[in-house]
C-alpha cells in the first residue's frame, strides 16, 4: 500500500497548468510558417525573403522579388547578396544557396564594404619637354670575371680577425642559441 502512495505524483496546481498550455500555444505559432511583409526598400525585403525562405538560389530570390509590385530591377540581385554576405548578414553553402545570419535587417554601410576594393588612381604622367637637356654621356661598362669561392676557413678566418670583443660575445650567443643546449658552456 505504500508503495502506490509513493509513485502518486501530487496534482499540478491550476496556474502551472495555465503557463504551461499558454507555452505550448506560442511553440505552435511560432510554427507557423511566416510570410515576410515587404516593405518597398529592396534590400530589406530581399533580406526577408532569404529569412523566410532559407537555402534559396539568387536566382529563385531573383524571381521572387522582380514579381513584387515594387518594380525591382532582378539584375541587382546578386549584388546585393554579395554585399549583404561581406557585411555579415548572410552566409552561403557549397551550392549556393543563401541563409541569413542575424535575426534581424540592419543597413548595409556600403563605405565599409567597398574600403576593401577601393582602387587606387595613378598620378598623372608629366608630358615630355621640348627644352634640349643634357647631352647623353658615354656608359663604359666593367666586365668583372668570375672569381673563384674561397675556401670557407679561409673566410671564417678574415671573419673573426674583424670582430671586436663584443661582437664575438653575441656571435657566440646567437650560435648557442641556434646549436642548442649540447653546446652550452656558462659565460665568464
Do not use: C
Not at 138 to 157: S, Y
Amino acid at each position: 500500500m505504500q508503495t502506490a502512495n509513493a509513485t502518486a505524483q501530487p496534482p499540478t496546481p491550476p496556474e502551472v497548468l495555465k503557463t504551461v498550455r499558454e507555452w505550448a500555444a506560442d511553440d505552435m505559432r511560432a510554427r507557423i510558417p511566416r510570410t515576410p511583409q515587404y516593405t518597398g526598400f529592396l534590400t530589406r525585403d530581399l533580406f526577408l525573403f532569404i529569412q523566410a525562405n532559407p537555402k534559396s538560389t539568387a536566382k529563385q530570390a531573383e524571381n521572387v522579388i522582380t514579381k513584387l509590385p515594387y518594380k525591382y530591377n532582378g539584375g541587382s540581385v546578386g549584388t546585393l547578396l554579395s554585399q549583404m554576405m561581406r557585411a555579415g548578414l548572410m552566409t552561403r553553402d557549397e551550392e549556393s544557396r543563401y541563409s541569413v545570419a542575424v535575426d534581424h535587417y540592419y543597413p548595409v554601410n556600403l563605405s565599409k564594404t567597398r574600403k576593401q576594393y577601393k582602387v587606387r588612381k595613378n598620378k598623372p604622367v608629366k608630358q615630355a619637354t621640348t627644352k634640349p637637356g643634357p647631352k647623353p654621356q658615354t656608359v663604359v661598362a666593367v666586365v668583372k670575371t668570375e672569381q673563384q669561392p674561397q675556401p670557407l676557413t679561409k673566410n671564417l678566418d678574415q671573419l673573426l680577425a674583424q670582430l671586436t670583443f663584443p661582437q664575438a660575445i653575441e656571435l657566440y650567443k646567437k650560435l648557442r642559441d641556434m646549436l642548442g643546449s649540447a653546446t652550452r658552456m656558462p659565460l665568464p
